[in-house]
């Protein structure tokens, strides 16, 4: 009798320890995937801001340009600001081709990594 009582407790143990190890895995695989988007967003953050000073300082250029030649800052700002309505629309029209899809690609590589299905692999390898 004691020898299946041991028996059964030290199943438990394993279970215990096997319960522990997956809940460690889990957590190292949320942290990892989780540093990935937040990288990525960083990213994103910073080269948005670099492009907005960069397209500031050839928008005041165009405008000093232009206004040379018009011989009109109004004309120039104008000019300068319907461009930048016309981008604004076609960016808005083509969204979802530009930045939606791209973005929920790119999330959805991270979060539904393969090295998951291999570590699932792993575990029906290892219960046979």
């Not at 199943?11 to 190292?28: S, V």
């Not at 120039?76 to 973005?103: E, H, Q, S």
């Amino acid at each position: 009798m004691e020898n299946k009582e041991s028996k059964y407790a030290k199943t438990l143990e394993d279970l215990k320890e096997y319960i522990n190890l997956r809940y460690d895995l889990l957590r190292l695989s949320l942290l990892e995937k989780l540093s990935k988007v937040i990288s990525m967003l960083l990213i994103i953050i910073v080269s948005i801001m670099l492009a907005m000073m960069i397209l500031i300082h050839f928008s005041f250029a165009l405008v000093y340009k232009l206004s040379e030649i018009w011989d009109s800052k109004i004309y120039a700002f104008l000019c300068v600001g319907g461009i930048y309505l016309l981008i604004g629309i076609i960016l808005y029209i083509f969204r979802k081709n530009i930045f939606v899809n791209p973005l929920v690609k790119q999330l959805s590589g991270i979060l539904f990594d393969e090295s998951d299905e291999n570590i699932e692999a792993n575990d029906t390898e290892i219960k046979q």
